[in-house]
Nanobody
Framework: QVQLVESGGGLVQTGGSLRLSCAASVRTFGRYYMGWFRQAPGKEREFVASVSRGGGITEYADSVKGRFTISRDNAENTVYLQMNNLKPEDTAVYYC??????????WGQGTQVTVSS
């Protein structure tokens, strides 16, 4: 069982930055693919970014490419999402996820990100 706890959300103005963190309580953190997803009010949950087990391969949704960076620290059992140049359409609850083959097996409780215009 993998428990995930997100932190770092908040209110920021357009153009600002936030760094989300996700701490995982599992001894074999390096065996899991990690990802970030988000869900805006009235919309379905969508993929934001993912990172491979060793951190060498990352993928991003087109809407965040060039603005968001996902990274992980396997020694600290933590995955990060650095979000720059935030836009009002980035407003959502952001979820951390983990999985053996894809990052969708385990989910955190979410952290709210609100970008004001």
């Amino acid at each position: 069982q993998v428990q995930l706890v997100e932190s770092g959300g908040g209110l920021v103005q357009t153009g600002g930055s936030l760094r989300l963190s996700c701490a995982a309580s599992v001894r074999t953190f390096g065996r899991y693919y990690m990802g970030w997803f988000r869900q805006a009010p009235g919309k379905e949950r969508e993929f934001v970014a993912s990172v491979s087990r060793g951190g060498g391969i990352t993928e991003y949704a087109d809407s965040v490419k060039g603005r968001f960076t996902i990274s992980r620290d396997n020694a600290e059992n933590t995955v990060y999402l650095q979000m720059n140049n935030l836009k009002p359409e980035d407003t959502a609850v952001y979820y951390c996820a983990a999985g053996t083959y894809t990052p969708r097996d385990y989910w955190g409780q979410g952290t709210q990100v609100t970008v004001s215009s």
